[in-house]
């Protein structure tokens, strides 16, 4: 059999990610490839790690792209600074605080979970009383940005509870970095990771971690050896600690790499409170033409990320044939409900550079059409 190259079509993504990547990142990865050790390459590399603390917030030296997907970045954090016998606090208000928990569970830790409703934030008063509860606990982990239902939880609170419980935070910020207010050090977070394909308008497949000093001496004092040789960070630093001596790791995504420089070479000619607010005014903007149609959100107005937006499915309604109709006369991907809201909602993102105008009026239009 003879196959041809594949050609996808042109699809506007407007669901939980990836979401529409820029045509200069595109453009970006197409650029010659050259070798992982070239120093053009490390130069380039360099410039990453600032612009990756830039869109942190951070000055931690601890900072670079985990060579695959977000899922790779949060085993990163766990299998770094979690060790067998330790006891991790995860609070759980949707499917990602669920893969903490497998994770947890894989380093030989025993996971407390702190459960909030699906679509509500973390409740800092249940952490609270989970940490007085289990005063071993060496870890807290939460996502900020929960992708399966539109939630934002407050880092900074939640940060400084386990904090005065003598713990570190592992915070998922997947969703979160780039469309909504981060910041690594103001904020106290220990260990961060997230996913290069939702508001940084990249290629999926690279996970911007940062780690802060107290995570370091962590990982330096560990007494068992990192159960993944890939994701070992005492290796990963000699390829990308900086300095003249990098050592080969691993076959760096040399490609993937330039285009997520260009993704933050955009942040930064933007302004990141200038994208947390173009991500803010055109999540209002969506929310005021969904609204003239009746439909409504799950997530309270406080807690909504602008980023990723719940909509409930009216009563009656076929929400698999609406996504369907949208994707085939449209060529408009938006996100079905997740665990308990399966059926129940869509995920509509507004993510980095799909969260313009355009999209929200073709949205909103296109799903006006579907619903007649
Ligand atoms: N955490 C959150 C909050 C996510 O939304 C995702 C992906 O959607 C992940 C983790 C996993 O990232 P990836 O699919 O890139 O492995």
């Given at each position: 059999m003879t196959f041809k190259s594949f050609h996808p079509p042109v699809r506007t993504l407007m669901g939980p990610g990836p979401s529409d990547v820029n045509p200069r990142v595109l453009a970006a990865m197409s650029r010659p490839t050259i070798g992982h050790l070239d120093p053009v390459f490390v130069d380039m590399m360099d410039e990453m790690k600032g612009l990756l603390q830039y869109a942190f917030q951070t000055r931690n030296a601890l900072t670079l792209p985990v060579s695959a997907p977000?899922?790779?970045?949060?085993?990163?954090?766990?299998?770094?600074?979690?060790?067998?016998?330790?006891?991790?606090?995860?609070?759980?208000?949707?499917?990602?605080?669920?893969?903490?928990?497998?994770?947890?569970?894989?380093?030989?830790?025993?996971?407390?979970?702190?459960?909030?409703?699906?679509?509500?934030?973390?409740?800092?008063q249940k952490l609270e009383d989970a940490l007085k509860a289990h005063p071993q606990a060496s870890t807290v982990a939460f996502v900020h940005a929960e992708t399966s239902t539109g939630a934002c939880s407050d880092v900074k609170t939640l940060t400084d509870i386990a904090h005065r419980h003598g713990c570190l935070v592992i915070v998922d910020s997947v969703t979160g970095l780039g469309g909504v207010e981060l910041r690594v050090d103001d904020w106290g977070v220990d260990a961060i990771y997230s996913g290069s394909q939702k508001c940084l308008s990249c290629t999926p497949g690279l996970?911007?971690?940062?780690?802060?000093?107290?995570?370091?001496?962590?990982?330096?004092?560990?007494?068992?050896?990192?159960?993944?040789?890939?994701?070992?960070?005492?290796?990963?630093?000699?390829?990308?600690?900086?300095?003249?001596?990098?050592?080969?790791?691993?076959?760096?995504?040399?490609?993937?790499?330039?285009?997520?420089?260009?993704?933050?070479?955009?942040?930064?000619?933007?302004?990141?409170?200038?994208?947390?607010?173009?991500?803010?005014?055109?999540?209002?903007?969506?929310?005021?033409?969904?609204?003239?149609?009746?439909?409504?959100?799950?997530?309270?107005?406080?807690?909504?990320?602008?980023?990723?937006?719940?909509?409930k499915v009216p009563a009656g309604v076929d929400e698999?044939?609406?996504?369907?109709?949208?994707?085939?006369?449209?060529?408009?991907?938006?996100?079905?409900?997740?665990?308990?809201?399966?059926?129940?909602?869509?995920?509509?993102g507004l993510m980095g550079y799909g969260a313009n105008r355009k999209n929200v009026l073709f949205c909103l239009g296109a799903l006006e059409t579907a619903l007649v």
């Open positions: 977000g899922s790779a970045g949060m085993e990163t954090c766990f299998v770094n600074l979690v060790q067998p016998g330790d006891t991790v606090v995860v609070c759980a208000n949707g499917v990602f605080g669920g893969r903490m928990k497998e994770n947890v569970e894989r380093c030989g830790a025993t996971p407390v979970m702190v459960e909030d409703e699906w679509g509500k934030p973390v409740d800092p996970s911007p971690v940062s780690f802060n000093e107290a995570a370091v001496e962590r990982i330096k004092s560990r007494k068992h050896k990192v159960q993944s040789w890939f994701l070992d960070l005492s290796l990963v630093m000699g390829y990308w600690g900086g300095g003249t001596k990098r050592a080969y790791h691993h076959t760096a995504p040399i490609n993937a790499l330039y285009a997520l420089h260009e993704s933050l070479v955009v942040l930064q000619e933007e302004g990141l409170e200038n994208a947390w607010a173009r991500h803010r005014a055109q999540h209002e903007a969506l929310k005021a033409g969904l609204d003239t149609m009746g439909l409504s959100m799950i997530v309270a107005p406080e807690h909504r990320l602008p980023q990723l937006n719940a909509v698999a044939a609406v996504r369907k109709l949208l994707l085939d006369e449209f060529n408009l991907e938006i996100g079905a409900g997740l665990g308990p809201l399966a059926g129940k909602v869509w995920r509509i």
